[in-house]
């Protein structure tokens, strides 16, 4: 699993699993907890991450969906 080395990644590891949830790309386990979590992160008003509101739950689905989205992107170019 890739991790983030700073906020740029960070933002881009959870962007990418909202973009996917919005697209229906990506599909979460009907656990309460995880649905919970997701719908108290929020954005700062100048549209960044707010940090103090991703809690580990997220933090995790977001850091395997952008490991898995890069897999899948590397497989792509090499297999052309």
Known sequence: MITPSNRKEFE???????E???LGRHHIT???RLIDSLVNSRKSPNQRVNFLTINESVRLIAN???SFED??????????
């Open 12 to 18: 881009r590891h959870i962007n990418i699993l909202y």
């Open 20 to 22: 996917g949830l919005e």
């Open 30 to 32: 009907n656990s309460k």
């Open 64 to 66: 395997s969906r952008a």
């Open 71 to 80: 897999f899948q992107f590397k497989n792509l170019i090499y297999a052309n």
